[in-house]
């Protein structure tokens, strides 16, 4: 898991990930990030070069489009 954050950190410093992190969820842990890319081709990329999806290991990865965001600047 350190792998699996070092390797968003790098794409935060990058800019790819706009946030991301764990979720203290009681029924399980797991994590969330929004991201910002050309399309799903390259998003999806991103997940296939996490070290966590390339350990073989039974992590399960989705990608869904937001319609819009609101946040604060």
């Known amino acids: 898991m350190m792998a699996h954050?070092?390797?968003?950190?790098g794409l935060?410093?990058?800019g790819k990930p706009i946030l991301f992190?764990?979720?203290l969820d009681p029924a399980g842990g797991w994590g969330l990030g929004v991201?910002?890319?050309a399309d799903k081709t390259e998003l999806r990329a991103?997940?296939?070069d996490d070290p966590v999806a390339k350990s073989g290991l039974p992590f399960k990865?989705?990608?869904?489009?937001?319609?819009q965001a609101i946040y604060k600047k």
């Open 46 to 48: 991103l997940f296939a």
């Open 12 to 14: 935060l410093d990058k």
């Open 35 to 37: 991201l910002e890319g």
């Open 61 to 67: 990865f989705e990608l869904l489009p937001m319609a």
């Open 5 to 9: 954050s070092a390797y968003w950190k």
């Open 21 to 23: 992190g764990p979720v």
